[in-house]
């Protein structure tokens, strides 16, 4: 159709179109509920205008108009907020309805906020009637008719239609007026700038929590908290909870009123989540873990820490978090109960201007009029909440639209404060009197100790110090006091709390000491300290044991000169062992094995603990190695454990020939193996025998530690004494595990490039232990070191094992395997070292499950060739040469990167190859889409931008094929960089609005 045409009826087809399109949306948008559409606008082209925009456009009049102009029929969406467009635009109205010429079509939105920025803002999308209605008689005759849809909202449209008529229009021709509509077109970006686009933003936040609100109006009248005491199982429960706090809790108009059954029901539901059954989520027809109890009661912890309910109904929250804490059964869910409580008892800024330390008070109070039974049952929480009472800083939190802003000071000394402390204290003395447990009075004394603890980063006054070593003075009475019903292990700590504090007050800082008030205080609290010290020497044997026993002990030179000098420390330790393997004779040496007996009944995860004792033994073994000896079978269980540092003091002592027939013995009545296998991981003369005997005992008896020691100690002697400790002893072993779905044989305590174990493998071998790595579930810390040293000789059956860690994932009952480690530590130097051989294997994974491929092939190959470098990049470019099938492979590993530059060599060749409707084109659209980890709202646009340069490139490609790809790319890069600078203008705008709201409010 020429302009002629349309001028002479042309123009009531394309406005008949417009009617049919706008219709049309009209009825889609109505069934779809939930725009708030202002009204739809439609019209055909003005012949004038058209007219001049084809004189524009160097068009002739004979020229067919629909290729210049795609708005001779339009239609323009008004809605009343950014929202409405954001949401249009991602309903799927217009795909569902039309095909959508996306080159045609164009998103209008500033690229910036500089003057000379376009302020236009609008979605202009080109549509067609779609196959299916153009099948319908009615809309027959509209096929081929192109429509332009504009997306506004009306604030947007009001700029529009002013801009149109002003400076759209403007009457300055020859030197007349064109100052004046350069002023006009400032003044109208400015009040864009500065006036719509903020009302735009905060009528869109307006709009969206009026929708919160009436969801969460909906849900009130429904009882929400009624929903949540009737959820039978914890994924209920988790949605239940999510909902009620996103659209409920922040709409009550009264906490203070609501708080107590709101504290009620999400307690109740807290104690209820534990014994709740496990549900696995569904996805996709496969099971997954469903909501596990710690993660249950952590959520509703947050919930209830809100500020609108930490402090809204302290007696609630007090019953609540004992009823909570009295309810877990397990450390992971006890933990974030006690955050909560460590929280509640906090000295919170915001609470301290209203109460000042008023909800400590309270706590304090409210232990106190506990019955003993329950306190000693809610020993563990009372004692957190009693310790952050005693706490001299006051915290508070707060959140800006950027950043959280936290702060912190002290408290104010006040005789409320003061009588608070001590009260607690003596609520800790309480508890501390009705605990016979040992770990747990330990719990109550250092949470005693929060007494003489400073603020954290802030100043103080003179005063508030004073009160801090007159509690601390008032600690050291208390602790004089109970020290005869200390054992030896409480005793230690105790003195290394003592020294520690004399370290802190020994001496005042020039300004506090002109303060009389503090050096009295000072000398009060080091008389204290002092008295106490004394009480603790009255155990004879805590000498002893200090010695042998802590890596912290304190040594005599430490009170000397106050400070912590290991150095000099270890030395005066070192001469005081010597003294006590001198004191070991015959007479006495009955004595020290019962002694030994009960220092190491001292427990600790800590491998310092006993480094005094294993000095000791090595000692004792170069000077009375047969008192050593004589006490071999009078060892208790515990002291049985240091037996491997016996046998090597004999060793090293020049007393090897005892050990052998020790050894014998024990082995032929199946005593102390684990020992045994431990001591010969480092044994200067090995026992082959020995050690393959005890594995055999292991794998016969199935005993996992014994089999997993076997393991490791041949392992470590691999080096010297390689000969059939693989096939023997570590396979084995290892086999057995497996057996029992134990993997900690992957996991020893030496690295294993140190040993010689895996080094010098037959194929036979190496395939034997290779088969036992399908099922290790992570290969992270040990395994994949293991794969990596076999690969270095055995490349491509690694690589075999790698597949069929593929396949095993793909089949495993258990969510937590992991085929691969994110990233290749161990493996990517012997695997990058077989190029050819890892593309072969990524093919063959390709043509057995394309669908899987970027994520098992094309991860393996971006872990081991993050840069595509050769000669990776030459077998790549050898698959696109060779077929179709060989581009879809390569576009599969390709989906595994982030869509770098170095890819794009490939994927031009790919594109070059390609029709111009290939489907794979799409793929290739993808792969330069792929981004890694973007930062803030706008890093999409960075890396948007970025990519659209990137393709920009292609422009200049001798190939046309890559030429109009590359065209497509860019303009719909151009447009898609318009939709994300407007949803993160949006999601910025609307975030501020509701930080500085919240601020105000």
């Known amino acids: 159709m020429t302009l002629e045409d349309y001028a002479n009826g042309g123009r009531a087809l394309y406005a008949e179109f417009a009617d049919a399109v706008s219709a049309i949306l009209r009825a889609a948008i109505s069934e779809a509920g939930g725009f708030r559409l202002q009204s739809i606008q439609q019209r055909a082209k003005d012949p004038d205008s058209l007219r001049v925009k084809l004189a524009k456009a160097g068009a002739s009049a004979e020229m067919p108009i629909a290729d210049v102009a795609k708005d001779l029929s339009g239609c323009r969406l008004i809605f009343y907020t950014n929202g409405d467009v954001h949401g249009f635009g991602q309903s799927g109205i217009l795909q569902d309805n039309f095909t959508v010429d996306y080159d045609r079509s164009k998103m209008h939105y500033p690229d910036s906020r500089e003057d000379g920025a376009e302020f236009f803002i609008s979605e202009n999308w080109v549509v067609t009637l779609n196959e299916a209605r153009c099948a319908l008689p009615e809309f027959r005759r509209f096929a081929g008719l192109r429509c332009e849809i504009q997306v506004q909202t009306i604030l947007d449209h009001a700029w529009a239609e002013m801009a149109h008529d002003t400076i759209y229009k403007p009457m300055a021709e020859g030197g007349f007026g064109a100052a004046k509509i350069e002023a006009m077109r400032k003044r109208l970006r400015k009040v864009m700038q500065d006036c719509l686009q903020p009302a735009g933003h905060a009528f869109d936040k307006i709009a969206s929590d009026y929708g919160q609100l009436r969801t969460g109006k909906a849900m009130f009248d429904g009882d929400a908290l009624g929903a949540i005491r009737a959820c039978a199982d914890r994924n209920a429960l988790d949605d239940a909870v999510d909902r009620f706090s996103n659209y409920v809790l922040p709409n009550y108009d009264s906490y203070i009123a609501a708080a107590p059954e709101i504290i009620e029901a999400l307690a109740d539901a807290a104690t209820r989540a534990p014994s709740m059954p496990d549900v696995p989520h569904r996805f996709y027809h496969r099971e997954y873990p469903g909501t596990p109890s710690e993660a249950m009661i952590a959520k509703i912890c947050r919930v209830l820490e809100s500020s609108c309910l930490l402090y809204a109904a302290p007696e609630q929250m007090f019953v609540a978090l004992l009823a909570m804490h009295g309810a877990a059964a397990i450390d992971e869910d006890r933990k974030p109960i006690t955050d909560l409580a460590r929280r509640f008892a906090q000295h919170d800024g915001h609470a301290w201007k209203q109460v000042g330390p008023g909800i400590q008070r309270f706590i304090v109070d409210r232990v106190a009029a506990m019955e003993s039974e329950e306190l000693v049952e809610a020993r563990g929480i009372v004692t957190t909440m009693l310790r952050e009472a005693l706490s001299s800083t006051v915290t508070s939190n707060g959140w800006k639209a950027e950043a959280l802003v936290m702060e912190s000071g002290s408290v104010a000394v006040t005789d409320a404060l003061k009588s608070m402390r001590r009260d607690a204290l003596n609520q800790l003395e309480r508890l501390h009197g009705l605990l016979a447990d040992d770990e747990a009075r330990h719990h109550v004394r250092d949470a005693m100790l929060a007494a003489g603890r400073t603020p954290n ?545």
């Open 457 to 1001: 980063n802030a100043g103080y006054s003179d005063l508030l110090g004073e009160v801090i070593m007159d509690d601390l003075a008032h600690v050291m009475s208390f602790f004089t006091s109970i020290v005869p019903d200390l054992g030896l292990e409480a005793r230690r700590q105790l003195e290394v709390c003592l020294h520690s504090k004399y370290y802190a007050y020994h001496a005042l800082p020039a300004n506090m000491a002109k303060n009389p008030a503090l050096v009295a205080a000072q000398a009060r609290l080091l008389e204290g300290l002092e008295a106490c010290r004394a009480a603790l020497e009255g155990e004879p044997d805590l000498e002893r044991y200090r010695l042998l026993v802590g890596h912290d002990s304190v040594m005599p030179v430490m009170w000397a000169m106050p400070g912590y000098d290991y150095q000099t420390a270890g030395i005066e330790r070192s001469a005081g062992i010597d003294i006590l393997v001198a004191s070991v004779s015959a007479e006495t040496s009955a004595e020290w094995l019962d002694r030994l007996q009960r220092f190491v009944e001292t427990r600790s995860n800590d491998l310092a603990t006993f480094l005094g004792l294993q000095e000791f033994i090595k000692k004792l073994a170069q000077a009375h190695p047969d008192i050593l000896i004589g006490w071999i079978p009078n060892l208790g269980e515990r002291l049985s454990d240091w037996l491997p540092a016996i046998l090597h003091g004999l060793w090293e002592a020049g007393h090897g020939a005892a050990i052998d027939p020790l050894i014998d013995g024990w082995v032929a009545e199946a005593r102390h193996l684990a020992s045994i296998a431990h001591y010969l991981q480092f044994a200067e003369v090995f026992r082959f025998d020995v050690l393959a005997a005890i594995t055999e005992v292991a794998r016969a008896t199935d005993d996992e530690v014994l089999l997993r020691k076997v393991a490791i100690a041949a392992a470590r002697q691999s080096a010297r004494h390689p000969d059939g400790l693989f096939d023997t002893i570590f396979l084995p072993a290892a086999q057995a595990l497996t057996a029992r779905k134990n993997f900690s044989w992957t996991v020893g305590m030496f690295v294993w490039s140190d040993i010689g174990l895996l080094r010098g493998l037959s194929s036979a071998q190496a395939d034997a232990l290779l088969a036992l790595m399908i099922d290790v579930p992570q290969l992270g810390g040990g395994g994949e070191e293991l794969l990596g040293i076999v690969a270095e000789e055995h490349p491509l059956a690694v690589i075999e094992v790698i597949g069929k860690r593929f396949t095993h994932e793909e089949h495993s009952d258990d969510a937590a395997y992991e085929d691969l480690p994110y990233s290749l530590y161990h493996l990517r130097a012997p695997l990058a070292r077989a190029p050819s051989q890892i593309v072969t294997a990524a093919r063959q994974w390709f043509d057995a499950d394309p669908v899987l491929s970027e994520f098992r092939g094309g991860r393996l190959i971006h872990a081991l060739f993050p840069d595509l470098e050769d000669p990776l990049f030459s077998l790549l470019l050898l698959q696109i040469e060779e077929s179709r099938e060989g581009i879809d492979f390569v576009l599969s590993v390709l989906r595994a990167f982030e869509g770098q530059e170095a890819l794009h060599p490939l994927l031009r060749a790919i594109v070059g190859r390609l029709a111009a409707d290939d489907e794979l084109l799409r793929i290739v659209q993808i792969v330069i889409d792929s981004t890694g980890v973007m930062i803030g709202e706008y890093g999409s646009i960075d890396a948007q931008k970025a990519r659209k340069n990137l393709v920009t490139e292609w422009l200049q490609d001798d190939n046309e094929a890559v030429r109009a790809f590359a065209s497509s790319f860019v303009k719909s890069a151009e447009n898609r960089l318009a939709v994300e600078r407007r949803h993160a203008d949006r999601s910025v705008a609307m975030h501020k609005i509701a930080y500085d709201r919240e601020g105000a409010e």
